[in-house]
């Protein structure tokens, strides 16, 4: 393959079966793993450099680990990679968060947010994520570095609303709870 896109390593044996069956078949592998990789709350934008979170078996240990794998594997075999950290991801088909929003304000329904009122977050297009992905494809200085992939504006739970009802064209109601 000229190149593999993996969306859906979660685990470093997701990875390792994936190098164990097709490393010497694949000219450059995109790995796509999350920017929940670091350390939360993150008081300013993350960086690459970024502090990685520490924990057993969460979500983002499993995908630290995966990461581990596939650098440690490709430099060891010289099978190019590149390692892309989505953040937020957003779009008009998005199970996650927007679309749990989106849902909710096309039914009706109140919105409930958790968490810090002042926590920020810059989602990125999924639109944005795809061209982030061609970009590195055709771009061989990409090779055995990571990037985050996030969106150019920043908001707070409430500016994330309210983009989600102009997106969706419906007004809802978000009560917020601080726990």
Do not use: W
């Amino acid at each position: 393959f000229d190149v593999l896109i993996d969306i859906s390593g979660y685990t470093k044996k997701d990875v390792e079966y994936v190098l164990e069956h097709c490393a010497n078949k694949i000219g450059h592998y995109i790995f796509i793993s999350s920017t929940t990789v670091y350390d939360s709350p993150v008081p300013y934008r993350v960086s690459e450099n970024s502090p990685k979170i520490s924990g057993l078996n969460t979500a983002a240990t499993q995908k630290i680990n995966a990461e581990n794998v596939l650098v440690s594997y490709g430099q060891r075999h010289n099978l190019h990679f590149t390692i892309l950290r989505p953040h937020g991801v957003f779009g008009r088909f998005d199970p996650c968060q927007s679309g749990q929003i989106l849902y909710r304000l096309h039914s009706g329904l109140p919105i409930i947010g958790r968490g810090s009122e002042a926590a920020r977050l810059n989602p990125v297009y999924v639109e944005d994520v795809v061209t982030a992905i061609v970009a590195a494809i055709s771009n061989t200085m990409s090779y055995g570095k990571a990037y985050n992939v996030a969106g150019d504006i920043e908001f707070t739970l409430r500016g994330f609303f309210s983009l989600c009802e102009s997106v969706s064209g419906h007004t809802g109601f978000l009560n917020y709870s601080p726990n």
